[in-house]
């Protein structure tokens, strides 16, 4: 038998009512919750499980969407099921260093609250992102490259899957450029700023800042960095890493690879939707992937037991 990995998802999955059925029916998934809405000082509860606005708002959603997955995580450990290696996109990779046992909860937490809120004020007029599908990487970098103005890959998700970042006019001309090279769709995403690029420096900054103060323990379980799209084993490297995360590319096709190439054939993904596993099959259609985002779903983990 292969090696088995968690992952978890990104910004964008959220949903309202996510994780209730947790929250119900386990007092550890309850500790979680209560847990993160001490740490970030804020009412996680209240914008997970009910109808607002907030929970689409970048400072709110990273919070909101941290305490789902460790909580829907905490289910899954109190099985027995324990990872060879894990890795998150995005804020996904917070998830990633609670199985990695880097941080303790309440750190990651605080930080993850800060980083949604540094990220949301960070975000300058004029910003865009675009998803590219059916185009290669190497011809997206170098349009991009050849473009005037700030864009640059955000994303590479999957095969045929991209997504860029940057200043207004310059992902509009790229994505021009792009659909021009043969790429089969060029879609303008609907959010609130131009994640992973140079125009969130001023993020990564303050994170770095809130990072300062955080104890970093020795790494039980290695995760993929998405900015390396490499194993991180040295506690050394971590708080780098997460700085640099905010501002830099998510080469999530890579660490797929990067997991492949260790053995692993069976991914359990955790926490709403199934955009990682749709990414994973496209990067490697033999994987086997499991979807934990119900209390029910637990069900499926007996055939890894």
Known sequence: MGKLAFVFPG????????????YEQSEDA????QLASKAAKLDVEEICFTENERLHITEYTQIALLATEVAMLTEVRNRGIRPDVCAGLSLGEYAALAVSGAMEYADLFE????RGKYMQEACPEGGAMMAI???????VEKICEDTDGIVCI????????IVISGEEEAVLSAGKAISAAGAKRCIRLNVSGPFHSPLLSGASDRLREALAGKEIRGIEIPYVSNTTAGLVTDPGDVKELLIRQVASSVRFRESILTMKE???DTFVEIGPGKTVAGFIKRTDKESRVINIETYEDLEKLKELQ
């Open 262 to 264: 260790m053995g692993v």
């Open 11 to 22: 910004q964008g999955v959220q949903t309202p009512k996510m994780g209730k059925d947790f």
């Open 154 to 161: 955000a994303n590479d998700n999957c095969p045929g899957q």
């Open 30 to 33: 309850r500790r979680i919750y």
């Open 133 to 139: 599908l059916g185009q290669d990487v190497e011809n």
């Open 111 to 114: 930080v993850i609250r800060k």
